[in-house]
């Protein structure tokens, strides 16, 4: 599909957008502004199933191996108390254990190490799944339980938390650490705990680019699609989404208008204004940062003299407007913000023959399409 196009000036344009779709959890939609969760964490605090007390061991879910459960483990969690093994999709692994009455290593639970006891499972994933994990005890003392990827150390935490269950994304081949802790000293450490997978769509944070259109990622359970202003420069990007991969728009002086086209949330790069001399624009700026989404277009062969209007034609945002020399410009020839009965604009007099880069800045993170008319006289 062809996101940008060249017409005739008055006649009719303007492509049909595509629709923004809505995933789960995460919407993507008209004015929210919700980014799909970084990292592999997708959720938490869901409504517990079973009473929080209790947890049902189910007939038909596998008790782990409890053959090395006594162990201790190893300096730096190389080892671990158990092994639950490889994890399957539809089959929860449910056991019933004891703290060890040893107090654990520090966590963002308890950043100080303030637990008395703690216990320590071991696990791998089949398959690219959703793990849930569901932690019960029998006391009134405060459990927490986190999950780890690879090590135990604090950068390999994907989670810890005394609200369950937690959710989280794994994947093959990792080895993943799951640590129950107690709070404080109790007569009574029994705990329940209950590990099932479930299908992951994709891995959160995740973007690839095919056909003209950006797919990502949300929350390991859907794959949203965003349509670039043009095609892909790579596996994971829409052309416009860098200078260096800046569109070519080529507006003419006889009447013609460009119109490119797009989704913002194809747009992941981040460009700052604040990075570069000459470029404030707006006094609604703190400290002149831009921190929401841009496009770079490349307009070639223009000439001293000619004026150069960029202007939004959907009337669904607010935009700043930058000219740079070229890629390695270290300051703007012109930055602009016009509003004009809520239409915002560029119009640039030409200073000298040359190509020029303009970048179009979102104001804001808001999910919407875009358009923007180029013209030249």
């Not at 705990?193 to 769509?201: C, D, F, K, Q, R």
């Not at 070229?326 to 200073?351: H, K, Q, Y």
């Amino acid at each position: 599909m062809t996101s940008w196009e060249r017409t005739d000036r008055g006649g009719v344009h303007l492509a049909a957008l595509a629709a923004l779709l809505c995933a789960l959890q995460v919407v993507a939609c008209g004015e929210q502004n919700n980014e799909p969760a970084p990292g592999n964490q997708i959720g938490t605090n869901e409504p517990n199933p079973t009473d929080a007390g209790t947890t049902d061991s189910g007939a038909d879910a596998p008790l782990a191996d409890a053959t090395d459960h006594d162990t201790e483990p190893q300096a730096g969690c190389d080892g671990a108390h158990e092994d639950l093994g490889t994890l399957s999709v539809g089959s929860p692994t449910v056991v019933s254990r004891t703290l060890k009455s040893t107090q654990g290593a520090p966590t963002s639970c308890a950043p100080n190490g303030d637990n008395r006891g703690e216990y320590v499972f071991t696990f791998r994933a089949e398959e690219l799944a959703i793990a849930e994990v569901l932690v019960s005890a029998s006391t009134t003392a405060p459990i927490s339980f986190g999950l780890y990827e690879n090590s135990c150390e604090a950068d390999a935490e994907l989670f810890c938390s005394q609200q369950s269950p937690w959710r989280a994304i794994v994947e093959p081949q990792h080895t993943y650490y799951l640590k129950v802790q107690a709070g404080q000293d109790t007569p009574d450490k029994a705990f329940n705990i209950s590990i099932g997978l479930e299908p992951a769509a994709c891995i959160p944070g995740e973007t690839t680019c095919s056909d003209g259109a950006s797919e990502a990622c949300v929350q390991g359970t859907s794959v949203e699609t965003y349509s670039c202003a043009g095609d892909c420069s790579s596996g994971d990007a829409c052309n416009g989404d860098t200078c260096e991969t800046a569109l070519v728009v080529e507006p003419t002086p006889s009447g013609q208008t460009v119109v490119v086209q797009g989704d913002r949330r194809a747009y992941t790069h981040r460009w700052n204004a604040a990075d570069f001399t000459g470029c404030e624009a707006s006094e609604t700026l703190e400290n002149g940062d831009t921190t929401a989404m841009e496009v770079f277009a490349r307009v070639p062969s223009l000439l001293a003299g000619q004026t150069l209007t960029v202007a939004d034609a959907s009337g669904a945002g607010s935009y700043l407007y930058y000219v740079l020399d070229d890629c390695a410009a270290t300051s703007c020839r012109e930055a602009m913000f016009i509003d004009d009965g809520g239409e915002n604009r560029l119009v640039w007099d030409v200073p000298a023959d040359g190509d020029y880069i303009v970048v179009i800045e979102a104001l804001s993170s808001t999910s919407r399409p875009f358009q923007f008319e180029f013209m030249l006289q």
